[in-house]
């Protein structure tokens, strides 16, 4: 898809085959539509660009594109591959980003300007699962060192992911468009059908999208065999409303996701239903003196989670939650002169949440009355930045930006399953009262700071550096999850590695200091080749990790602490154009490798969650009609663990990936081919197989997915 720049940047786009390139600049399209600020015209043969920033973007491969669309209906898949990116596993629709060994929460993850919080306490619900990769057209991911207008309230970076804005037609005709896609995938016998269709003149546009995608549990590599809990069922409706009137646009989205199940291999429990509805509206003007959007948006999740049938469990332990989200975002860019740049932004995110286990009938574990993990919380956060670009001269450019984040969080009392004394309850009695008497009430003031410098030395050398200051405040379970029994703990983990939770009330912001360069050498006289190497090393003071409290057998009790704890590595990228030609169309070799390292410098263990090196090698071709690759990907055994949570250790694999795409008239079939050789491996950041524990009584760290045959056919209209 795209390499990282300075401060690792990269694009994946995802327009049903077409691509757009658009991030923090705006870039030309080479189809039939025109970009503008939030607008494509039909009928344009080229793009107005909106000005290259400081930070710079590049376009993604289509090849790559199409192989993580192919490969997952999971919208994390379109950054694949890609130097600084990995994701921990989860569901099959729930993975969760990780930008530079920094994961879930730390991670700022917008989608249509909204910063979604995963309202459940194993994060089954993140952000990204509300979005089918086939309506994304841009996704962005900025890692480290974030700019303050991107957002706040994080420490790793920052994922923006953008459906498409409306399409209108030319002055008196009427637009009539869209696509049908079907794909299939042998291994779980995956399938799915995604669609849209627009209708529009030149002032009104309405538009909609569907998919849908389920799959059974998939088959490991070699002789793995089955992964339970690894099956999934959703439905995703959004239907766009958009006009415009000169510089004007304003966009209004109503949507529902439903997804009836969700397998959780690495959890104690599977999601059993999922439904979100949503509201989000957009309104982009531009002036003489510059440009502004504003967004609103209201959000509502209702969760439920139980065991899945595959788990072979006997009895159930249902768990609900519900999560009420709500929010604004203005942000004004100011042209102050021709090479500076002023840009002024606020927001303000609501966040509810209750969470509660029902009673089970029988249960002397269970009941009789209900549990109340979190009750009527909320944690609400209101933001202001101020941003300065300036280009001094041709070859130096400065960003400098500042921004407050003031977060309030509060809960109300609580209850255990039952306040009858007994060995199984007097622990969650205890807590439960001692929580109840607590004040609760916490207030965060956060501060980020974020100052870049790029410098072209040479015409085939750019250099970008910089400093950032970033801070995040605990979520609502590392504050106030508050039981204290083994098993109500272990239901409080989105980590995947088997252990049970305990909040902290006490716990302080994480404040991240990031200092990154990035050396890009290239070709300066067009793209034959591209070199980008780029080093990076975090502190962070306060750093919210864990320590024990309780052990018992493989797993332990941990609470939630404040530690120090520092992170460092590399990402270096490249490509080289092997030819092009009338003869043989167009081949290039594109390579990534990444390497990290994280440390606790309280107890000395790694930092969890921390992908060992790794890379990507992949051939491209494209001629006439014809694109298709062939890839290797490498990674190193994981040997650094976290011991606290008894992290697994994996060993080191390499997977052979090939696929290929024809396009004709109005049809475009792809197929690949991931695992060719079915190679038996087990997933870095995958955490211990729990649904298969729960079923044979036998633990192994996630195994990933075997050999896989996928097809998926396209018609345009």
């Known amino acids: 898809m795209t390499s990282i720049k300075s401060p690792a940047t990269l694009i994946a786009m995802a327009a049903g085959g077409s691509m757009l390139a658009a991030g923090l600049c705006h870039a030309a399209r080479a189809e039939t539509t025109v970009t503008l600020p939030g607008l494509s015209i039909e009928d344009s043969a080229e793009a107005t660009p909106m000005g290259e920033r400081l930070l710079s973007v590049s376009s993604p491969s289509q090849a790559d594109t199409t192989a993580a669309r192919l490969s997952s209906p999971d919208a994390v898949s379109l950054f694949r591959n890609q130097p600084g990116v990995s994701a921990y596993s989860a569901g099959g629709l ?20 909204v910063r979604i919080p995963s309202g459940c ?18 996704a962005t991911a900025i890692a480290g060192i974030t700019p303050v207008s991107m957002g706040g309230d994080s420490t790793g970076g920052t994922i923006d992911v953008e459906r498409r804005d409306p399409q209108f037609a030319r002055h008196g005709k009427i637009l009539v468009t869209g696509h049908v896609t079907g794909t299939y995938r042998s291994n779980g016998g995956g399938y799915g059908a995604s669609g849209s269709l627009t209708v529009a003149n030149d002032m009104f546009s309405l538009r909609y999208n569907a998919s849908y995608s389920q799959a059974g549990d998939y088959k490991g590599g070699g002789d793995a065999g089955l992964v339970r809990s690894t099956s999934y069922l959703t439905y995703n409706h959004d239907v766009t409303f958009g006009v415009h009137k000169d510089n004007h646009l304003l966009t209004l989205t109503f949507g529902q996701q439903d997804t009836p199940h969700e397998g959780f291999a690495n959890q104690y429990m599977d999601m059993t239903n999922n439904r979100s509805t949503y509201v989000n509206g957009k309104y982009v003007g531009t002036f003489d003196w510059g440009e502004l959007e504003a967004r609103g948006y209201w959000q509502r999740e209702d969760h439920a989670m139980d065991f899945l049938p595959d788990r072979r469990k006997t009895t159930h332990m249902p768990m609900n939650t519900n999560a009420r989200m709500a929010g604004y975002s203005i942000k004004a860019t100011i042209a102050l002169a021709e090479k500076h740049t002023l840009r002024l932004g606020s927001s303000f995110d609501h966040s509810g949440l209750n969470d509660w286990w029902p009673p089970v009938a029988g249960s002397m574990m269970m009941g009789p009355d209900t549990y109340h993990s979190i009750n009527d919380g909320h944690r609400d956060r209101l933001g202001h930045f101020v941003e300065w670009e300036a280009a001094w001269t041709p070859r130096v450019s400065t960003l400098l930006g500042f921004r407050n984040d003031l977060v309030m969080m509060n809960t109300g009392p609580v209850a255990p399953y039952s306040t009858m004394p007994s060995m199984m309850s007097n622990a969650n009695i205890a807590a439960a009262s001692q929580f109840n008497a607590t004040d609760r009430g916490r207030t965060d003031v956060n501060f980020d700071v974020t100052a870049l410098v790029r410098w072209k030395p040479r015409r085939d050398l750019s250099i970008e550096g910089g400093y950032a200051r970033k801070t995040r405040s605990p979520n609502l379970y590392e504050r106030y999850a508050w039981g204290r029994s083994a098993m109500v703990t272990s239901m409080i983990n989105w980590f995947g590695d088997g252990n049970g939770y305990v909040g902290n009330p006490d716990l302080k912001p994480e404040v991240a200091n990031t200092a990154s360069i990035t050396a890009d050498w290239h070709d300066p006289d067009g793209d034959r080749w591209d070199l980008k190497i780029q080093p990076y090393y975090t502190y962070t003071h306060n750093y919210v990790n864990v320590r024990r409290i309780a052990s018992s057998g493989q797993f332990s009790t941990l609470e939630f602490v404040n530690h120090n704890a520092q992170s460092y590595g590399i990402n270096a990228s490249g490509n080289y154009r092997l030819w092009h030609n009338a003869r043989f169309g167009h081949g290039e070799i594109v390579t990534n490798i990444n390497w990290v390292r994280g440390q606790d410098l309280t107890n000395g263990a790694g930092l969890y969650h921390q992908m060992p090196t790794n890379g990507n090698v992949a051939l491209h071709e494209q001629w006439k009609n014809w694109t298709g690759r062939v890839e290797m990907t490498f990674v190193k055994a994981k040997d650094t663990v976290d011991w606290v949570r008894n992290e697994p250790r994996t060993p080191g694999y390499a997977l052979l990936g090939l696929g290929g795409q024809y396009t004709w008239r109005y049809m475009t079939l792809d197929a690949s081919i991931d695992n060719v050789l079915n190679q038996k491996y087990s997933l870095p950041l995958g955490g211990w197989s729990l649904a298969d524990y729960a079923a044979t009584g036998s633990l192994r760290a996630l195994p990933g997915m075997g050999r896989s045959f996928n097809v998926s056919l396209t018609a345009r209209f």
Do not use: K
């Open 121 to 138: 306490p194993n994060h089954m619900n993140p952000a990204l699962s509300f979005i089918d990769s086939d309506s994304v057209e841009t």
């Open 94 to 113: 729930a993975a969760l980003p990780a930008l530079n060994g920094m994961a879930d929460d730390r991670v700022a993850t917008v989608v249509d300007g």
